[in-house]
């Protein structure tokens, strides 16, 4: 059910279980991933993190880079009619956006539908100058916030493309 998205009952023909059955063991699963990966997997970066992320941003000439920040939309095919309008991707249809933090390892920390969170505290030094937050380099679509740096599009001369 979660890795092609049917429903319960859609189950009883391939695996010949009933949709409540489905639910059950649906539920038991998801409990024992949060209940197992939940202390080292399933939380916000804490100060060591933090530290071992800027470190490895200014090693790799980002310095206050937290992650990097992405999405995906999924084409929401039951949305109600009611919602339809608003949640309207460029398509037309109806669509969900999945937004992800992840840091240069691939390590997962934010994953959730909405809006781009605010950055955890963070201390570094850029030529002399102090700042008390991170940020997280994304693409063009996202608004200039200043916990979000963005691209640069359309690169001109050798230390911009060195960046894009």
Not at 83 to 112: F, K, M, N
Not at 130 to 146: H, R, V
């Amino acid at each position: 059910m979660l890795a092609y998205g049917i429903a319960a009952d859609a189950t009883d023909e391939y695996i010949k279980i009933g949709e409540s059955t489905a639910i059950q063991s649906l539920k038991k699963i998801c409990r024992a991933v949060v209940e197992v990966f939940a202390e080292q997997y399933l939380r916000s970066p804490n100060a060591n993190d933090v530290a071992r992320l800027l470190h490895i941003g200014k090693r790799r000439g980002f310095p206050g880079m937290l992650g990097s920040l992405d999405c995906m939309h999924w084409k929401w095919k039951n949305c109600p009619t009611a919602w339809a309008g608003q949640y309207a991707g460029r398509s037309g249809s109806p669509t969900i956006i999945l937004e992800a933090v992840a840091d240069y390892d691939l390590w997962i920390w934010h994953a959730y539908f909405g809006l781009p969170g605010i950055a955890p505290p963070a201390h570094y030094v850029i030529q002399g100058k102090e700042y008390n937050m991170g940020y997280y380099l994304a693409d063009g679509i996202y608004p200039k916030w200043s916990t979000l740096v963005q691209s640069i599009h359309d690169p001109r001369g050798p230390k911009k493309n060195y960046l894009q």
